[in-house]
């Protein structure tokens, strides 16, 4: 049940956001196995100086093009299942929409499966 949270600057097409999204669920597919149908997505556009970040951390040079992905996801993934999944977003985002790799940034929030209710105030996937 992942939620994934896609933060850009604005001026992108509505095309480019949609096959940002497209990708970025793809590869949720495809890495993390997650079931079909379950794309919660929310993008947004932010004006360049309310999405501030540092333009050579880590020794990556970052462009005005940098996106944010921060997906909430049940806990218990290993560390080489998520260094595909990194390489598969950049990879695709790429392919896609010719984004560098560089400029893509992302975040996995692991959580307890309690943590979730995907509607109807129940937790479904609470044991």
């Known amino acids: 049940m992942p ?3 896609i933060d850009m600057v604005a001026g992108k097409s509505k095309n480019y956001q949609k096959q940002i999204g497209e990708v970025v669920y793809q590869s949720l597919l495809d890495a ?3 079931p079909d149908n379950d794309r919660f997505q929310v993008i947004t556009e932010h004006p360049l100086d309310q999405m501030p970040f540092d333009r050579d951390y880590q020794g990556v040079h970052r462009t005005d093009d940098c996106i944010f992905i921060q997906i909430t996801l049940n806990a218990g993934r290993d560390i ?3 260094k595909r999944f990194y390489k598969t977003v950049a990879e695709g985002l790429h ?3 010719q984004l560098r790799r560089e400029d893509v940034f992302i975040s ?3 959580v307890p499966k309690e943590n979730w209710s995907v509607g109807n105030g129940e937790a479904q ?3």
């Open 32 to 34: 993390f196995s997650v």
């Open 125 to 127: 996937y609470a044991t």
């Open 3 to 5: 939620f994934v949270r």
């Open 108 to 110: 996995l929030v692991e």
């Open 95 to 97: 392919d896609a929409v």
């Open 80 to 82: 080489e299942l998520k």
